[in-house]
């Protein structure tokens, strides 16, 4: 039993055990999003640049996702990487500067996620469309 | 809570740490507003187009520069976190890494800015 002076309240093993799967899989998510946003990132950046110098118009936009379905699924993968991503981020964040760690947070933050996939999915099939 | 003391920040570990949670937190931010952004003028592209206008304002072009630049050094300082923890990590390349990170994003953000 731990005894020391403001310790942490014992946490029930199994608990712990849970907790720690939890993270492990959070950390797998994070890592396996960031190898395939590396990828996506680059893309979009060279895009961008692109653009930038042919002259950004809404016209040019849709023209250039509807060139192909390869764009509109490219999209569609970039946006199920950054919503398992960001969150994921966002937790070690919160976690580590504003001490805000739990359920409730977890809560929110898995929220986030699914406001992020589905504004983002929405973003995407409307170009795409 | 234990406290480091400050020789802990004098690194540049440190602070590629911090510039990659500040851009990470800068873009997750910035996220809701570039695809809501996109999705309603989409639907109208007039009104893309006069967003567009609005965005040659040179405050605006700064904060889309700093943009490009958060974007491109959360992706090329992860790439170098994913080669510590998967490929191995030795400490005397790792300033090396550090400053090819900021020159490539330094480059991405340089070339936004000059075609923008």
Not at chain 1, 17 to 32: C, K, T, Y
Not at chain 1, 112 to 117: I, R, Y
Not at chain 2, 3 to 29: I, K, Q
Request: proline fraction near 3%.
């Amino acid at each position: 039993m731990d005894v020391r002076a403001g310790a942490a309240p014992v946490v029930d093993a199994g608990e712990r055990i849970e907790g720690a799967r939890f993270a492990a899989w959070l950390f797998v998510l994070q890592r396996a999003s960031a190898a395939v946003l590396a990828l996506c990132v680059l893309v979009h950046l060279a895009t961008i640049l692109y653009a930038v110098r042919h002259g950004l118009s809404a016209q040019a936009i849709v023209a250039r996702v509807h060139a192909s379905a390869v764009w509109p699924a490219f999209y569609a993968l970039f946006v199920v990487a950054v919503a398992v991503h960001a969150p994921i981020g966002l937790r070690a964040v919160v976690g580590e500067w504003l001490r805000m760690r739990g359920p409730l947070v977890d809560a929110l933050l898995a929220l986030a996620a699914a406001g992020l996939l589905v504004g983002g999915l929405y973003t995407v099939f409307s170009l795409g469309l | 809570m234990r406290h480091n003391d400050l020789r802990s920040r004098d690194h540049a570990g440190y602070w590629a740490f911090v510039v990659h949670r500040v851009s990470g937190l800068v873009l997750a931010l910035f996220l809701p507003v570039h695809f809501s952004v996109l999705s309603r003028a989409l639907a109208n592209p007039a009104g893309l187009d006069a967003f567009f206008a609005w965005t040659s304002q040179p405050g605006v072009k700064l904060a889309e520069t700093l943009l490009v630049l958060a974007l491109a050094v959360h992706l090329a300082g992860g790439v170098r976190l994913l080669f510590v923890e998967f490929v191995g990590w030795r400490a005397e390349g790792q300033k090396t890494a550090i400053a090819l990170v900021a020159a490539a994003a330094i480059a991405c953000a340089l070339l936004f800015a000059l075609n923008a």
